[in-house]
């Protein structure tokens, strides 16, 4: 069995659920928090065996993890494997100048700050706490007590958003300076509260969204930012001594590697198998109290499906993935139709392999061109 060298840990304590929200995640609970935490780490003890002794990356997400219990939290990420990048997710109202301290010392070496926006009203539609004077304070808080790697997490297509809305919160990000900036459509899932009260305007949002996201490229590269995955920009390698600050825990996912989770509704994909952790509170802590593993769904991967996995995020990234990888799954007519439109090309890669990537405009395409190559 490979050692695994990437763990997710669910910490799914909210002051609220936002209305657009389908993670898994449970609103207050403080009495609860500690004894969660004893379940994250019964269940880090019982898989303990398939991690590497040094992990490459850890990442918490939830949820908020930095609503837990300040405790809690210090008792968590003081009990993790060493790893080389430390995420943490963090909600900007959460983020005292004591929170920051916490994670500082624990180890923790870059912070995910879910901005959303920078406009009032828009914040507001998306039913979170926080105001723009809070995420300011909070990413200052954060500098404060020296990080020197920080994600904001922003959102494009919030009902009643305009093109200056979008531009507004561009330059509001641009003017903090962080080292990374993750761009996401909003995704409003079916059933949510969300997708009841705004749908008509999310059907108009809709029409809007490709413009957005040309601007969105357009300013962040403008401004230096690498546009290394769909939705996901960092700092040049140059502007920062060489440091490369891609979101490394994403960009495992991203190349098909295998990942241990750990939490309510965790998901880990380890070789032939995926398995999803019970989304039930009680249930899972009932469990790890008993010495016995959570209620677990169990999937089989065939290595057709994995192969396919691996093509579809492979070609999210700006530097595709190796040809013979993506040989056997794609359609090899599409490739060529595609390469003399200049939406797909084969190039040499970093270690003299051929790659197969997307170009600018095939990526700026996304989905389309990569279910083309597919059938």
């Not at 763990?7 to 898994?24: I, W």
């Not at 406009?119 to 809070?134: C, F, T």
């Not at 509260?193 to 996201?213: N, P």
Request: one cysteine or more; a negative charge.
């Amino acid at each position: 069995m490979t050692a695994v060298r990437h763990l997710y840990v669910h910490v799914p304590f909210c002051a609220h659920r936002c209305g657009y929200c389908d993670f898994v995640t449970v609103v207050g609970r403080q009495g609860v928090h500690e004894h969660y935490v004893d379940a994250l780490l019964a269940e880090l003890e019982l898989e303990r065996a398939r991690l590497s002794p040094r992990l490459e990356t850890v990442f918490l997400g939830g949820g908020t993890p930095t609503f837990t219990e300040a405790g809690a939290l210090r008792r968590l990420l003081d009990a993790l494997p060493p790893a080389a990048e430390l995420t943490v997710e963090a909600n900007p109202e959460t983020v005292t100048p004591e929170l920051a301290r916490l994670l500082r010392e624990s180890g923790v070496t870059r912070v995910s700050l879910g901005a959303q926006s920078f406009r009032s009203h828009l914040l507001r539609v998306l039913e979170r706490r926080a105001q723009p004077d809070d995420v300011r304070r909070a990413y200052y808080r954060l500098r404060d007590a020296n990080f020197d790697n920080i994600s904001l997490d922003l959102l494009h297509g919030i009902p009643g958003q305009s093109a200056s809305d979008l531009e507004l919160d561009i330059e509001e990000a641009l003017a903090l300076a962080p080292e990374h900036i993750s761009y996401y459509e909003l995704e409003a899932k079916p059933g949510t509260r969300f997708t009841h009260a705004h749908g008509a305007e999310l059907g108009r949002q809709a029409e809007a969204l490709e413009g957005y996201f040309e601007t969105i490229i357009e300013r962040l590269t403008a401004a230096g930012y690498r546009w290394y995955e769909t939705a996901n920009f960092c700092v040049s390698p140059a502007r920062v001594g060489g440091r490369d600050l891609r979101a490394q825990h994403n960009l495992a996912y991203w190349l098909g590697r295998d990942y241990l989770g750990l939490g309510i509704g965790a998901v880990s994909t380890l070789g032939w198998e995926r398995r999803r952790n019970t989304p039930r509170l009680n249930g899972y802590i009932a469990a790890l109290r008993r010495g016995e593993p959570p209620v677990r769904e169990l999937e089989g991967l065939d290595p057709g499906v994995r192969a396919l996995e691996r093509v579809m995020l492979g070609l999210r990234l700006d530097h595709g993935l190796p040809f013979a990888t993506a040989a056997g799954s794609i359609d090899q007519e599409a490739l060529g139709r595609l390469e003399r439109l200049g939406l797909a090309a084969r190039r040499a890669g970093t270690n003299g392999h051929e790659a197969l990537l997307l170009t600018q405009r095939g990526r700026r395409l996304g989905d389309a061109v990569t279910a083309e190559l597919l059938a």
